[in-house]
């Protein structure tokens, strides 16, 4: 999507701007020995939550902290998020009949060019910035080269393609386990008929 919902702040405790030395010193008034005496393993606990609550409270501030998704890219700026929020209007106009096709098209088109636009404005930003903005440079790129990369399917003994990660893992197994079982002599410095990279005429597991 070119836009994500924005979620409500939510408060969380503030670590930053805790007064540690206060919450050590309301922790420590209570005489934990009187107060535990007698009691069973719940109640103890219980006794104990309240009171690290209570230091809690009174010794780390709260704050107003919004979610991940609601976090705005970039490359967004207030102009073009309210050329989407229009966009997105006038997909509901058409699917109710109220604006034409062609209408919606050509808004939609022209929010991808200003998409395109932004996008390449904040690289090149980043670009030119680079020594004095390694970090977002950096981060901006690593976000961009994150991909899941898998094993494809691979050809068994049989000729069959195998998916599933234990059959390609056994098909593995069996090629390297048959490589060096094969290359195995009991004259370590000779190597019979076999030059660098040969794997004793046995075909590696085919890619498909």
């Known amino acids: 999507r070119d836009m994500r919902k924005a979620r409500s702040a939510v408060r969380t405790l503030n670590f930053r701007k805790a007064n540690f030395h206060l919450f050590n010193e309301l922790v420590r008034r209570t005489p934990w020995e009187t107060v535990l005496r007698d009691r069973g393993t719940e109640q ?113 003994k049989k000729g069959n393609l195998v998916s599933t990660d234990e059959e390609k893992a056994e098909v593995l197994n069996n090629f390297f386990a048959s490589v060096f079982t094969g290359n195995l002599s009991s004259h370590p410095s000779r190597i019979d008929g076999s030059k660098d990279g040969d794997q004793g005429g046995r075909a590696p597991p085919t890619v498909k």
């Open 44 to 156: 103890s606990w219980q006794i104990f939550k309240d009171t690290f609550h209570r230091a809690q409270e009174l010794s780390v501030p709260m704050c107003k902290k919004s979610g991940k998704e609601g976090k705005r890219p970039a490359w967004l700026s207030q102009d073009l998020l309210v050329k989407l929020k229009s966009k997105r209007e006038l997909h509901r106009q058409w699917k109710q009949g109220q604006v034409s096709w062609g209408e919606y098209r050509e808004t939609a088109r022209l929010c991808r060019e200003e998409v395109r636009k932004a996008k390449a404005r904040m690289e090149l930003n980043l670009a030119r910035d680079v020594k004095n903005n390694k970090k977002g440079f950096y981060r901006y790129v690593n976000h961009k080269r994150k991909v899941k990369e898998s094993v494809p399917p691979l050809m068994n």
